[in-house]
Structure formats: C-alpha cells, structure tokens
C-alpha cells in the first residue's frame, strides 16, 4: 500500500496561491488515478482534481480555470496548483491514489485557508 504524505498548506490571502505537493512512499508509475479532494466544514468531501496513468487530468469544472494538477514521475510526487484563491476554497485538502485492485490510499490531509 502506498503511503501519502501531503506539504505545502497553509494562509493565504484572497487572490493568492499556494502550492500542494503530495509524495508517495513509491512509484507512481503504475497507479491508475492519483487525486486530490479537499472537505471544508460542514461540507461532502470532493474531488477538486486528477491525474490518470495516461497523464490525462481531470477537474471539478468550477475549478478548472484556476487550479492545475501536474505529475512528476521521477520524484514520485504530484501536485497542485492552487491560483486565485477564494474564502471557498479553504478546507482540508487531501491525496488519494487507487493502485488499483482495492488498493486506495490516502494522506493525512493539509489544511488550506483562504482569509484576510
């Protein structure tokens, strides 16, 4: 089972950006779908971003235009790229990876806040 461990968080103004980072503790070569969903209070946790083996991404639309979501193989890490922030977007943001067969794994979480 891969292991997850999620940096970068943290305060920011509205209009800022931050920049996650997600490592795993192994290749990330043959996952099918690495992700990240955030949770905000009160709310469903969602998937805010995608990357497939193929490399194709995918985005929850009303973030596409703001976020990016970028692979590097040789570092077996992912990341996110978070422009524009909004108050909305502040929530505890978190990596996920399905190897496949069963196998999901995810991080411990990293908080994202958005204020003034």
């Known amino acids: 089972q891969v292991q997850l461990v999620e940096s970068g968080g943290g305060l920011v103004q509205p209009g800022g950006s931050l920049r996650l980072s997600c490592a795993a503790s192994g290749s990330i070569r043959s996952l099918y779908v690495m992700a990240w969903y955030r949770q905000a209070p009160g709310k469903e946790r969602e998937m805010v971003a995608a990357?497939?083996?193929?490399?194709?991404?995918r985005y929850l639309a009303s973030l596409k235009d703001r976020f990016a979501i970028s692979r590097d193989i040789a570092k077996n890490t992912v990341a996110l790229q978070m422009n524009s922030l909004k108050p909305e977007d502040t929530a505890v943001y978190y990596c996920?990876?399905?190897?496949?067969?069963?196998?999901?794994?995810w991080g411990q979480g990293t908080q994202v806040t958005v204020s003034s």
């Open positions: 990357v497939m083996s193929s490399g194709e991404t």
């Open positions: 996920n990876a399905d190897g496949g067969l069963g196998r999901i794994s």
